[in-house]
């Protein structure tokens, strides 16, 4: 892979680049990011998987070709239509109570990008607002906050998320916000210590001599300085969310049936792991895909984003 | 090293009694009266309630109670189930063996596997080889487990039928427990057969536990590795004439191994979270199981003792992993 | 027979279309007894080439040669195998930064002993021995407690004299130094210099100093090889170059010399870098940075001739007095100074 990204590996178009823009103003950062997000193949499969996902899970009332809960009665665990004695209305077969298996996947793929995309909206949000206030205030505030993210972290997420759900009950709401307090240690952690590497530059000094506020001085000025780790950490947040829900789910803890939700379809399959196959593959491949979809698109943006590996 | 043992137990402590202050609010969050709960169904009369609350001392101050519950885990006393009115650590101690057993078995195929697919990546760094391995690891990496354990079921047992489905052991033999580790204590019992059947029940369980490790020390072992086979150090070695594998094997692996042993302590919080879910679905009978268990059947008493025995596990671990990680790194190892 | 004899190496990287030549067709020959200065900016492709002789250019390199002969043996043509057991035992290297030259990991001791048991074998006794020995003559002070000593708790001078002590712990034959002193305070630069002198005449070495430092090959070396951009520009015997430098490149070299540069407002320099894989001038490598370049050196290439018993690769090699000979217009078109 790296012999495609060293700007050294096409030297020619280079120098002839600087001939037709001598003075070419350089490409923006954004830009920048996107030309090497691009050239890493992975990250770019990962891009194009989350997108079809994506629209899945937006268009899913429309696209899926039944009712996630509705029941055939006459369609028992058929399976996918390439198998004999399979059913040609199910195209992925039906589960044990005649449950369209390719329509519950279609509506699951909505349940799990909304638990990834809010789990880590939540996470962040607070997280950012508590390792900033740490970095920024230094002091008992910031032992206090940072103290208690070790002691979060002293336990294995799950078993954290599970003791969580155990409290507040069953349930995805009750899930999803678990699942959002087990990763906020890493955004804490995060942005504290973007923040306290940044807040002795110059521009940080400048403006406070200015005279710009607390508030002003932390989210205008650093935050946005602060953004790529967090940005990374997301994207890689919301396939943890993901599979942690999922796991959730298969325990019993996390989404309720009969929401199509992936974790809790295996978990209504798991008695079918001699007889059926296909009821406990498709959404455990489900599962697979997106995960490994949103870590490929993270790792491409960690080191696209990482101006150490660019250089 | 005296001085860094003594540093790292300075974090540590306040961290444990912040475990502690965790797990004793947890129960006191539940919405619900605990005594209620406890009495279930039936409910209780005003005199066995206050009987019931001098009992569990849900009558003394706050601050109290957590002194009080504070001075029992010292003493070894992490309350009594709800269901089996056993001590929870009782309990835990008698399941835990199964736990540690299934464990090491996870982190050594982990090890066995990702450390050697990591040097290979990284000596056939840009070929298919490299390719092909780094793919098996983010797939592992992104592997829903539970998942991973019902493919393997469904594939090694019920389709070929070559391993159990569940279990520790098959039920013709009766091993008593003597260590509780069932690989020695089938050994040691000398029945035929039996430690074939213990070995053949772990196969598939330590392959699920231990894939998502494999998949990160693998990819540690491979960044790490190229890191190291950059250095000058190892132009050295070669120039002295010695064969490629011992260059690789003693003076790159060495180096590169460094920082792979503080991923493999960090793999142990993986590990017993994927232990839950292996367990779960292996019917083993270790912790994980246990824990899923008693938070279905709401048993406070043994989430709480639980969870605050897998937090002592995984700071110690951490702790001994941050000792090992000094031995083998002598540029620690003499840091005053 | 010369202990080292290397006719036209050259080392490729890249593609096998559009080849970076890192080293050009470059001969030169080392006899026992013997120091032969190398010299070059950074770039010019003198550390590649003592690579190539120890066989340390790795797969996506290629090294070709008319020879390549040690002690009348192909190093080319030989197993790999058969290779190592010369590599390290009869020639030797000593690597410019002594501080991550030291495997981190193992005490100086297990360093040394290892090149040791896998040429010579022994017992362990024998080695820690020979070991001691190797370190007392490489000046360490207090040899005994440094035995066991891990490479972070030497300095930078102490270090260079272990790896040093590895390189001839064998006694090799050919002591292959590649900048050997560049990573070192001032003060330790002579005393390093000054050991491997001493140890070449003690055992009769032969000795290559790689070097960008042309006030150290002036008084280490024998001959010396000027190399620029991967090519053999100049070779003769150290006196004779410095006294009269026939190419363009040496005197510009010698005159960038501080001690030199007497009566002048600052030092000279050359100006412009040793071309890289991607400006590389059709003509004379030199020809963009040469004060007497003319058309003939920007599109021709030169080859190289004999001149005064001097080898020089250049259309106009300088006489006694500094001046070209030879030039068609004796006018300068191309270069700066």
């Not at chain 1, 996918?80 to 077969?93: K, S, T, V």
């Not at chain 1, 240690?185 to 005279?211: D, W």
């Not at chain 3, 002594?98 to 022994?122: D, R, W, Y």
Request: contains cysteine; glycine residues 8%; aromatic residues 8%.
């Amino acid at each position: 892979m790296s012999e495609n990204n060293t700007p050294s590996a096409a030297p020619v178009t280079q120098v002839a680049d600087a001939t037709v823009e001598p003075m070419g103003a350089p490409p923006s950062p954004l830009r920048e990011t996107w030309d090497y997000f691009r050239k890493n193949r992975g990250a770019f499969a990962g891009l194009i998987v989350i997108a079809i996902i994506l629209f899945l899970a937006v268009t899913a009332q429309w696209i899926a070709p039944y009712d996630p809960i509705s029941q055939d009665r006459s369609a028992f665990l058929k399976p996918p239509i390439w198998m004999e004695g399979a059913d040609p209305r199910y195209i992925l077969g039906t589960d044990a109570v005649g449950r369209d298996i390719l329509s519950r996947l279609i509506h699951g793929a909505q349940l799990s990008v909304s638990i990834g995309v809010v789990v880590v909206i939540l996470s962040m949000v607070a997280g950012i607002v508590l390792g900033m206030v740490a970095g920024y205030f230094r002091g008992w505030i910031e032992v206090g906050i940072m103290r208690l993210m070790d002691i979060m972290l002293a336990l294995p997420s799950l078993i954290m998320a599970m003791a969580i759900v155990a409290i507040l009950g069953p349930g995805l709401e009750n899930a999803m916000l678990a699942i959002a307090i087990v990763q906020l240690p890493h955004y804490v952690r995060l942005s504290r210590a973007s923040v306290v590497s940044e807040l002795n530059k110059e521009y940080v000094i400048a403006s406070q001599i200015a005279g710009a506020g607390h508030m002003r001085q932390m989210f205008v000025n650093i935050l946005p300085n602060c953004m790529a780790p967090l940005i990374v950490q997301g994207t890689l947040g919301i396939s943890s969310a993901i599979l942690d829900a999922a796991a959730l789910g298969f325990l019993g803890l996390g989404a309720q049936p009969p929401l199509p939700e992936w974790g809790t379809m295996l978990a209504e399959a798991r008695e079918f792991v001699g007889s059926a196959w296909w009821v406990i593959t498709f959404p455990g491949l489900s599962i697979l895909v997106t995960v490994l979809a949103f870590n490929l698109m993270g790792d491409g943006l960690r080191d696209a984003l990482d101006p150490k590996m660019k250089r | 090293m005296l001085g860094f043992l003594f540093r790292r137990l300075g974090d540590i402590i306040p961290t444990f009694f912040g475990v502690t202050l965790l797990v004793f609010f947890l129960i006191r969050l539940i919405p619900g009266d605990p005594i209620l709960m406890l009495a279930g169904e039936r409910g209780v009369d005003p005199a066995r309630y206050a009987e019931l609350q001098a009992q569990y001392g849900f009558d003394q101050p706050i601050i109290v109670q957590y002194f009080d519950y504070l001075m029992g885990v010292f003493q070894g006393d992490l309350g009594k189930s709800f269901v089996t009115k056993k001590p929870v650590l009782d309990e835990f101690l008698t399941l835990f063996p199964a736990t540690v057993e299934l464990s090491i078995m996870g982190i050594l195929f982990a090890i066995g596997i990702g450390v050697p697919l990591g040097v290979l990546a990284a000596i056939k760094r840009g070929t298919w080889v490299d390719h092909l391995t780094m793919s098996v690891s983010l797939t592992g990496y992104s592997m829903p487990i539970f998942w991973w354990a019902l493919l393997l079921i469904m594939f090694f047992s019920t389709s070929l039928g070559w391993t159990p489905v569940s279990g520790r052991l098959s039920v013709f033999y009766f091993i008593e427990p003597t260590t509780g580790f069932m690989l020695i204590d089938t050994l040691i019992s000398g029945e035929k057969g039996a430690f074939t059947s213990a070995l053949s029940h772990l196969i598939l369980p330590t392959i699920a536990l231990g894939t998502i490790p494999m998949a990160v020390i693998a990819r540690m072992t491979r960044s790490s590795m190229l890191e190291v086979l950059g250095e000058e150090y190892i132009r050295v070695a070669r120039a002295k004439g010695l064969s490629p594998l011992r260059v690789i094997m003693v003076h790159a692996l060495r180096n590169a191994l460094i920082p792979v042993i503080t991923v493999i302590g960090l793999q142990v919080g993986v590990l017993l979270a994927g232990a839950i879910l292996t367990e779960t679905i292996f019917s083993w009978p270790g912790i994980g199981k246990w824990i899923v268990e008693a938070m279905n059947r709401r048993d406070y008493p043994t989430i709480q003792g639980g969870i605050l025995m897998i937090a002592f596990l995984v700071m110690s671990v951490n702790l001994i992993v941050d000792v090992l990680y000094g031995i083998i790194n002598p540029r620690i190892r003499h840091k005053r | 027979m010369a202990l080292l004899e290397v006719k036209n190496l050259t080392v490729e990287f890249g593609s096998e279309d559009k080849p970076f030549r890192a080293v050009d067709s470059v001969s030169y020959s080392v006899d026992r007894g013997e120091v032969l200065g190398i010299v070059g900016e950074s770039g010019s492709g003198k550390s590649v080439s003592s690579l190539a002789v120890m066989g340390l250019i790795d797969f996506p390199g290629r090294v070709t040669a008319d020879s390549l002969t040690f002690d009348g043996q192909d190093l080319l043509g030989m197993s790999a195998k058969k290779r190592r057991q010369i590599t390290g035992k009869d020639i030797a290297m000593i690597f410019q930064d002594p501080m991550s030259a030291l495997n981190p990991c193992f005490t100086v001791e297990a360093q040394i002993m290892e090149a040791l048991k896998v040429h010579e074998g022994g017992t362990k006794k024998q080695r820690r021995e020979r070991t001691l020995d190797l370190l007392n003559q490489v000046g360490i002070p207090d040899p005994k407690s440094r035995m066991t000593a891990y490479p972070h708790q030497l300095s930078g001078g102490m270090s260079q004299r272990i790896v040093i002590a590895m390189a001839i712990a064998c006694q090799p034959r050919l002591l292959i130094a590649d900048e050997p002193t560049t990573a070192l305070d001032v003060t330790i630069q002579a005393q390093i210099i000054d050991l491997l002198l001493k140890l070449q005449e003690d055992s009769d070495m032969g000795l290559l100093l790689i070097t960008h430092d042309l006030a150290l090959v002036s008084e280490a070396a024998n001959r010396i090889q000027v190399m620029y951009a991967g090519q053999l520009f100049e070779s003769g015997p150290a006196d004779s170059i410095f006294a009269a430098p026939r190419h363009p490149y040496t005197q510009a070299l010698l005159e960038a010399l501080p001690e030199r540069s007497e009566g002048h407002d600052r030092l000279r320099t050359i100006p412009g870098v040793v071309p890289g894989q991607y400006d590389r001038p059709a003509g004379c490598l030199l020809a963009p940075r040469c004060r007497y370049a003319d058309d003939n050196c920007i599109k021709n290439r030169p080859d190289v001739t004999d001149f005064n018993g001097r080898d020089v690769r250049c259309f106009y090699p300088l006489n006694d007095q500094g001046q070209p000979t030879g030039q068609i217009d004796g006018q300068s078109t191309g270069g700066t100074v």
